[in-house]
């Protein structure tokens, strides 16, 4: 699961203390699930380039720029041979729109050390 988001929450009225990093009992919520497709042990079946970069889409429309990175990064790893599949421009491109990294230096981040053959 990566996120619960729209969570009700049941305030319990007869305690005089409340935690302050869980306010009162989860009644319901909306859940994200994605299908890890870059795991080693998925089916190959589903493992397919064109579904790996559908599921980066969905991860980037949904907010989840964490994981719609790792999913470019290891299409741009492992087919970026081939030109649809090779995202490192766009990922540098991204990641120089974030000021924090690029006073740290984009060339510090792990990410960019892995793909820069692909550049």
Known sequence: MFDLVGCSRYLRGCSPICSPNRKGQLLWADAFYFRDLIREDINISLKTPK???????????????????????????????QPEYNFANVIIKSLSQVPELLKRGLDSLPVVANIRHRL
Not at 52 to 74: G, S
């Open 51 to 81: 579904q790996i970069l559908k599921l980066a889409c969905i991860a980037d429309i949904l907010d989840f720029p964490d994981y719609a990175l790792e999913l470019l990064e290891f299409l741009t790893l492992n087919y970026g041979e």
